[in-house]
């Protein structure tokens, strides 16, 4: 039920772009984004909904395939500030439409100078 | 920009004591949340809230966890009797429009158990 996320970790150089993938084994309704820094709390980047809406911070692009069950975040042009731990969070399709979010186990991303 | 707090940031406590975290989440918020991360791993789901009540809970929140809304802006989450395992983080999050929305997540508090 937890949602998977690829790669682990990445090292990347300023300027660089990253790929992080969230895939589920269930079908989904909403695809939630956080960045978490290390001792802070996880702060919201953006939702993505099935149907398409999406909504978040500007800089920040993803994409929601329903069929594959599967959601991207895009990172790109890095910068040292994009480094942190980044979650996928779950709301399966059919849940009990409670906000319960499922979170994958996290994309470590270290942007270097 | 409004925010969740929670108080206190870091509470240790004995093994079999009984704690309360408290959180007060962003005023025009009505759905409210707990999660856990212990030390190094995911975030992990404990319970959800509206009106007045559990709407959701996962198999973490057995019978020790209890939460509550005491008045119109405190949410609180009470461990009865710790246990060495219940050592983590916990964040509190709300959201104004509930599911299929943003939640935004308080800065947590770090329980230390011993």
């Known amino acids: 039920q937890q949602p998977v996320q690829s790669p682990q970790a990445v090292i990347l150089r300023e300027g660089e772009d990253a790929v992080i993938n969230c895939s589920s084994s269930?079908?989904?309704?909403?695809v939630h984004w956080y960045r978490q820094k290390h001792g802070e709390a996880p702060v919201f980047l953006m939702i993505?909904?099935?149907?398409?809406e999406q909504k978040g911070h500007e800089k920040i692009s993803a994409s929601f395939n329903e069929k594959k069950q599967q959601s991207s975040l895009y990172l790109t042009a890095s910068q040292l500030s994009y480094s942190g731990t980044y979650f996928c969070?779950?709301?399966?399709?059919?849940?009990?439409?409670?906000?319960?979010?499922?979170f994958g186990q996290g994309t470590t991303l270290q942007v270097k100078p | 920009e409004p925010e969740v707090t929670q108080t206190p940031s870091h509470q240790v406590t004995q093994m079999g004591q009984e704690v309360i975290l408290r959180c007060v989440p962003i005023?025009?918020?009505?759905?409210f949340y707990w999660y856990r991360q212990i030390l190094g791993q995911k975030v992990e789901f404990l319970v959800s809230?509206?009106?007045?009540?559990?709407?959701?809970k996962s198999e973490i929140f057995d019978d020790q966890f209890s939460v509550e809304r005491p008045d119109g802006s405190n949410f609180t989450l009470k461990i009865r009797s710790t246990k060495l395992e219940d050592s983590a983080m916990y964040f509190c999050?709300?959201?104004?429009?509930?599911?299929?929305?943003?939640?935004?997540f308080g800065p947590g508090t770090r329980l230390t158990v011993l």
């Open positions: 993505l909904l099935k149907g398409g």
């Open positions: 269930k079908a989904l309704y909403s």
């Open positions: 969070g779950t709301e399966p399709h059919g849940s009990s439409n409670t906000g319960k979010l499922i």
């Open positions: 005023s025009n918020h009505l759905y």
């Open positions: 999050a709300s959201s104004g429009r509930g599911p299929y929305n943003e939640q935004f």
């Open positions: 809230f509206y009106n007045n009540e559990i709407s959701e």
